[in-house]
Nanobody, 121 residues
């Protein structure tokens, strides 16, 4: 059983930055970040592979968000810059073993509890 614990969310103003962290109980997983706003489906935000050499981003965050991982700490980060009110959501990290359909939440085996990000205009 893999445990994922997110942290770093909060209330910020448009244009500010936040860094989310996801601490995992193990290592060797493919990791993703998703978000879910009220009344909307959970959507893909970013992905990073085992080596950290391959990443993927949703078009809505490309150029503003950066995903990275620290193997020594078994932690994945999501650096979010130039935040917009439409980025407001609960952010979840997720782990998976297989490299396919990485943008779909269905392929992820483990999920964190989520952390709230609120961006005011």
């Amino acid at each position: 059983q893999v445990q994922l614990v997110e942290s770093g969310g909060g209330l910020v103003q448009a244009g500010d930055s936040l860094r989310l962290s996801c601490a995992a109980s193990g290592s060797g997983y493919l990791m993703g970040w998703f978000r879910q706003a009220p009344g909307k489906e959970r959507e893909f935000v970013a992905f990073i592979d085992w080596s950290g050499g391959s990443t993927d981003y949703a078009d809505s965050v490309k150029g503003r968000f950066t995903i990275s991982r620290d193997y020594a700490r078994n932690t994945v980060y999501l650096q979010m810059n130039s935040l917009k009110p439409e980025d407001t959501a609960v952010y979840y990290c997720a782990a998976r073993f297989t490299y396919s359909t990485i943008r779909s939440p269905k392929g992820y085996n483990y999920w964190g509890q989520g952390t709230q990000v609120t961006v005011s205009s």
